[in-house]
Structure formats: C-alpha cells, structure tokens
C-alpha cells in the first residue's frame, strides 16, 4: 500500500472491465475490510500505460498512451451531478422517487444514480435511468 503496510490477499479473481466500450481482463487480489472496496493499483497502471494529465480541466486519466480518456470529476459538480428539479418535503420512514435535473452531456444516454461516498441526510438508492431534455426518465419496460 501507499503507506507501507501490507495487503492481505485473501484470493483472485479475474474481472473483465470496461472503458468506453473497450473490454481489458485482469487478474486481481481480493482483500479482507479493504476501503476502497476497488482500487487500479501499480501493476495495472503500468500494463495499460496508463497516466493522468493535471494541466487539463477536469484532470484526464488516460490509457493505453492516450487511448482511452476518461476525465476526472470532483465529487459533485454541475459536470457530473444531478440536482433536485423541485423542493419537495419527504415525511420520515417514506420512500419516493423524486424527479431531478441532469447536466446536458447527458442527454440520450443511460445513466447510473448513486449516492455519493460522503455522508448525507438523505439516503439515495441506485437507479439505472435515461437522460432526456436534461431530466431523468426511467427506462420504460
């Protein structure tokens, strides 16, 4: 690990993983109580030529020697977080699907809502949605 301390591997598993649209398998170690619960480590990075350009905004994450280009977002900003489209007032104990905006470069486009890795008061479930006229509609059946 970074700071010096070792990892115990407690087995593998091969993972197929994918960047906009290309598929890279890799072994990885799995680990007991591990935070993050994924982490790219050295090895990895070095087999895929992977690098982070910081002189860009939002900094870039490259591999494949520029291949692929997946940018890095802040936690929430208007590039990568959806905001309520409405106040509403939600009772306590009650669960309700609440409508919300979604920046534009994400119209037409499949999204995946979670709830951010910090804490809040309010719980999110994950939600597979579309993206449409900056709104979220789910996915008709």
């Known amino acids: 690990m970074a700071t010096g301390s070792d990892?115990?591997?407690?087995?593998?598993a091969t993972a197929e993983l994918y960047f906009e649209g290309l598929k890279v398998e890799h072994t990885l170690g799995v680990a007991k109580q591990f935070s993050p619960s994924f982490l790219l480590g050295v090895e990895f990075l070095s087999e895929t030529g992977a690098g982070i350009d910081y002189g860009i905004?939002?900094?870039m994450f490259t591999l494949f020697d520029g291949l692929i280009e997946?940018?890095?977002y802040?936690?929430?900003?208007?590039?990568?977080?959806?905001?309520?489209a409405r106040t509403i007032?939600?009772?306590a104990f009650n669960e309700v699907y609440l409508p919300v905006d979604s920046p534009p470069e994400f119209n037409?486009?499949?999204?995946?809502?979670?709830?951010?890795?910090?804490?809040c008061s309010v719980t999110i479930a994950r939600a597979l949605a579309f993206c449409r006229n900056n709104?979220?509609?789910m996915p008709s059946t």
């Open 7 to 12: 990892i115990e591997i407690v087995g593998y």
């Open 57 to 59: 905004r939002p900094p």
């Open 70 to 72: 997946l940018p890095f």
């Open 74 to 84: 802040a936690r929430c900003d208007e590039t990568n977080c959806v905001t309520l």
């Open 89 to 91: 007032c939600i009772p």
């Open 108 to 119: 037409n486009q499949d999204v995946l809502l979670e709830q951010p890795p910090c804490a």
């Open 135 to 137: 709104k979220n509609c």
